[in-house]
């Protein structure tokens, strides 16, 4: 198909007058939807979130145990008012990616900009023809 569109390409320029048949350099791009990688959730992707801010939360609810104690061995750098507020936006967010999961279950991948947008990368061609007058 290409083949015919640049023997086309050169008929028309030839036609023209537009080139002395020395060189012709075509370069182009062709681009699908994209999306960025932060955008562009998959199963082992959200696995990892998942287990990250499940030890979040464990860490945030352990420094809460410790920080009604009296013993000074363990310094707690936040007040409890903090790790509550802490612990509330882990859980959230565990919440909110459990629900994620089941739909990349469902879905196999999930983007969050645009849902037909896929995680694509760049195709880029390029064509060096080089012709000699004779």
């Not at 352990?62 to 936006?89: G, W």
Request: proline share 1%; glycine share 4%; with cysteine.
């Amino acid at each position: 198909m290409l083949k015919h569109v640049f023997a086309h390409f050169s008929l028309f320029y030839h036609e023209l007058g537009l080139y002395g048949k020395e060189m012709i350099a075509i370069d182009g791009s062709k681009f699908r939807a994209n999306n960025a990688r932060k955008k562009n959730l998959t199963k082992g992707k959200v696995t990892k979130m998942l287990a990250h801010f499940e030890q979040s939360a464990e860490q945030y609810l352990e420094l809460l145990e410790h920080s009604e104690d009296t013993d000074e061995t363990i310094a707690v750098t936040c007040s409890k008012e903090d790790l509550q507020l802490k612990l509330a936006k882990a859980t959230q967010r565990i919440n909110e990616l459990s629900q994620l999961k089941d739909q990349i279950e469902a879905q196999g991948e999930i983007s969050l900009t645009d849902p037909e947008a896929d995680l694509w990368v760049r195709i880029t061609w390029a064509l060096m023809w080089h012709t000699t007058c004779k």
